[in-house]
């Protein structure tokens, strides 16, 4: 495959993808040396699956330092020459079109249709809410509804509209239920709330933070979700549009409006974006019926907490000609079959233009998106398919005006040292610090999470932020209590100075809740983790993930060791619970996803694999 090639102040080149790979190619300055800090920053298309070469994405998508220092406009432009010529103005025609005010597909791009995409077709899932379906199903007897294919297509599928998933496989007729919180931001009422609605289901009933700063709660029942519904709506809380094919919770700064450090308080972005995207909790049918699932995320602090990279739209702040804005970047997700970092789109908006772009952005997707094999129907897709340029064209079509071009850098730090929240930190404002506490991978019972609502009454001003390591932070606390917080006796199951191993760990549902899931996650990685700490000295803070199946929710390729669930043989050649082990994901401003290091490994035989590999690339110690 052919790449041209663009700098300022050169001629045009040629050159083939091979060259890229295997050379260091100073005569364009792709790379200088073999230093992984002298890398180029540029504008390009995103082109291939990072499966089809994963060399070629790290050599040319990694942004450098270099750059930020540099102030010529460095350019390059990079298309595939088989995407450029199977584009074809008919392309480009909007796939959907709005009738009785739902978007559906339109007849003549009905062929091929994935399974998820002919249940929209047959009744769109907002009906739940928007005609008050809800209200007649939760009424009728659960094994009634169950009993016909439209009836388990609600179940199932269309419920997921209103963030209700139903655990059929482990938990049959229990819900996991999903909310938008942007930001993280969860009041005290708020969250007395949410621990009110599970306590009621006894065994069944729990919450976990989740990686996208949000609460799930399990054990609802179908009959009980108009209540539940009404009282989210009393708290200032909405379930809506929080699964399948929609717009997932607005991610943040944990740290906005506190941190004497931040560039800037993201609050009001993810406010506004949450309040676009379900439309004041009214709905906002004209992006329900995405190709896919689609995530999004402000960046406000150095640390970059927020993990750009891995979504489908980030802001990065920058400022251009004295404003304050931002650059764009998209296409960042994790699947199955493909992971992707998010690209530049080489674009840049001032802050009032936010909301405007995120739904140009997904209005882009909905219309162009493609429908069919669903490992296929993210937005990446949709940029590979389409070409950077062209994709940024329609985005630039569906906005009032033009889309500027990307500022020369974002005021991201490269050499910022990722800090740790965890323990007493000093906010902002003066007499006032943050308390960053540890939840053992994000689970949480109804009187946790009272008593966490409690002390953040009795101690802050009634409010939890959530982080997207499953983690908990207490903001307001005045000098004068914050001996006593660090007294609680809470702080004993959720302390405030973990281990470094306990730390930054990170475990999706698995198994115990989730159907999708291969092994069981939670219990495991905890186990695994105290065994590690029994056995081994560490030195250093190591982030370890866990993920239940190759959805990756637990986001195993940005961890230092990620593991995922799949089916591994034993010493007896038989089938059992295994893991496919990934190394080198990296946070903060040199952030990039991990490679697989290990597949089929039996989860029985873990531990003494994750010691070698803590000695050999960690520089751990076993213990005496």
Known sequence: MMFNLQLSNTKDISVNSTDLLCRPMEKVNFWTGTSRENRLSFVYPCFMSSAQSPSLRKAIYRPSADQ?????????????????ES????????????????????????????????IKLEKDPMKMFI?????????????????????????????????????????????????????????????????????????????????????????VVLQDVPSILKGLEQVGLSSLQSGMDNVRNPVGNPLAGIDPDEIIDTRPYTEALSDYIINNGKGNTSITNLPRKWNVCVVGSHDLYEHPHINDLAYM???????????????????????????????????????????AVLETYRDLGTRGNRQKCRMMWLIDELGIEEFRSEVEKRMVGKLSRA????????????????????QKQKGLYYIGLHIPVGRLQASEMHELASLAELYGTGELRLTVEQNII?????????????????????????????????????SQFCGMAIIETKARAQKLTEDLEKTM???????MHWTGCPNSCGQVQVADIGFMGCMARDENKKP???????????VGADSHLGDMLLSGIPCKNLLPVVQEILVEHFGAKRKA
């Open 537 to 543: 000295e560490v030195t250093r803070p190591i982030r």
């Open 317 to 359: 702040p920058a400022l251009k000609e004295g404003r304050m804005g931002f650059n764009l970047l998209v296409g960042g997700f994790f699947s199955p079959k493909r992971c992707a970092e998010a690209v530049p789109l080489d674009a840049w908006v001032p802050e009032e233009e936010v909301v405007a772009v995120c739904k």
């Open 131 to 219: 005609e008050n379906e809800i209200e007649q199903l939760a009424s009728t007897p659960f094994d009634t509804v169950d009993s016909t294919k439209h009836g388990k297509d609600d179940i199932d599928t269309r419920l997921k509209w209103l963030g209700l998933f139903h655990r059929r496989k482990h938990h049959y007729g229990k819900f996991m239920m999903r909310f938008k919180l942007p930001n993280g931001v969860s009041s005290a009422a708020q969250t007395h709330y949410l621990a009110s609605v599970i306590e009621q289901y006894g065994k069944d009933g729990c919450a976990d933070v989740t990686t996208r700063q949000n609460w799930q709660i399990r054990g």
């Open 474 to 510: 207490v903001p307001n606390v005045q000098t004068e209590k914050l001996d006593a917080f660090m007294k609680e006796p809470l702080l004993t199951r959720f302390s405030a100075s973990p281990s470094l191993l306990q730390a930054n760990l990170v475990a999706c549902t698995g």
């Open 576 to 586: 059992c619970e295994g893991v496919d082990i990934f190394l080198g994901g990296r």
């Open 407 to 426: 500022a020369n850098k974002d005021l991201i730090s490269q050499t910022w040292e990722r800090r740790n929240y965890f323990g007493v930190h000093p």
């Open 68 to 84: 930020h220092r540099n102030p010529r406009e460095v350019r390059v432009k990079a298309k595939a020459d088989a995407a450029a």
């Open 87 to 118: 584009l074809t103005s008919n392309r480009l025609i909007p796939r959907v079109e709005e009738k009785d005010g739902y978007w559906i597909l339109k007849p003549e791009y009905r062929n091929g249709l994935n399974p998820a995409e002919k």
